[in-house]
């Protein structure tokens, strides 16, 4: 981890994150409370808080400061490519500061244990809380699996040993494509997410939760989808492993969202159709041809242009090098 010195603009090593023991092939910041997630090829996702013993006051990291917050061990069958983050959920520790989460957490902890506990657990640094939702994609099934995290309730004032699991993952909804997926895209707390397969198809899901069923899964449904290319149309072998979503991100309020080919290509979509559900999008609002010599590796979107005309920004790294 780095931090970035605002007065001289250079970056200072805060620390190391060690646990995986093989190549780590991505990060996805899960809150503004310090957590993130990472995967590896060996198939494992950790959950990380990347602020205790750097803005609590503590310098020593032990059972009672832990960084590594859970291992989620064997989540899929191959290497988890990318992970895009679809509530950001709770997570409570004494030394933040009082919201609705800490205080609905230190009521509970009360009602169970006694008062007693609520100080205990203040002086301790107890981890209250710590849960959140996520959906994963491998670049090898045509499938986006979603996971959602659920705090370890600690009995009687234990402490869980160095190693234990604050957190427990449980999987969900299986959302499926006619290929192999590649990218994913989300909007914490918006309830929506795109996913763009190895086709050059990319797909809107959106979630409804059953209101009368408390503690309900949210269901998930593709209501929109996009492609610039027509099912009738053929192409040779060649020209199809380029058709491939390989980066994606929502734009301009989430009105909007951008899309990175294999081919190099960028081309940004309309979120919102015509119609409610069911429609396919065949054409983009912009196509930029040749962005890139090499596949499109990383879009992120760019800070918001305070402006009467309809301006967005974006910026993209490739293969190649740019």
């Not at 996805?28 to 013993?53: Q, T």
């Not at 992970?83 to 169970?112: C, F, H, L, N, S």
């Not at 099912?231 to 390989?246: D, H, N, R, W, Y």
Request: some cysteine; charged content about 25%; glycine content about 8%.
């Amino acid at each position: 981890m780095w931090k970035l010195e605002d007065a001289s603009g250079k970056l200072q090593f805060i620390r190391d994150f060690v646990g995986h023991s093989t190549a780590i092939t991505c990060l996805a910041k899960v809150d503004a409370k310090g957590r993130f997630m990472s995967a590896s090829k060996e198939r494992v996702v950790k959950l990380w808080d990347s602020r205790f013993s750097c803005d609590d006051g503590s310098e020593n990291v032990s059972a009672l400061n832990p960084i590594l917050l859970a291992t989620f061990s064997n989540m899929d069958k191959r290497a988890i490519r990318d992970i895009a983050i679809i509530e950001d959920g709770t997570y409570v520790r004494p030394t933040d500061k009082v919201d609705t989460a800490m205080a609905v957490a230190m009521a509970k902890k009360a009602m169970r244990e006694g008062s007693a506990s609520v100080q205990k657990a203040a002086q301790e640094r107890h981890i209250l809380g710590c849960s959140c939702e996520f959906a994963t994609v491998s670049g090898r099934h045509p499938v986006v699996k979603m996971w959602s995290v659920n705090h370890v309730e600690q009995e009687d004032g234990q402490l869980l040993r160095v190693g234990e699991n604050m957190a427990e993952v449980k999987p969900g909804q299986e959302l499926k494509h006619d290929t192999v997926v590649e990218s994913i895209s989300s909007v914490v707390r918006k309830g929506i997410i795109i996913t763009g397969d190895r086709m050059g198809t990319v797909k809107l899901w959106e979630s409804a939760k059953k209101v009368f069923l408390p503690g309900a899964e949210k269901i998930w449904a593709c209501t929109r989808t996009f492609s610039w290319r027509l099912e009738s149309e053929l192409s040779s072998v060649g020209e199809s492993m380029q058709f491939a979503i390989t980066s994606l991100t929502f734009l301009q309020g989430n009105a909007m969202f951008v899309s990175g080919s294999k081919s190099g290509n960028l081309r940004v979509w309309k979120v919102k159709g015509k119609k409610k559900n069911g429609e396919t999008v065949c054409k983009e609002e912009i196509c930029i041809t040749g962005a890139h010599r090499l596949p499109i590796t990383t879009i992120q979107q760019g800070p918001e242009v305070n402006s009467v005309d309809d301006i967005i920004s974006f910026s993209s790294a490739s293969e190649d090098g740019k």
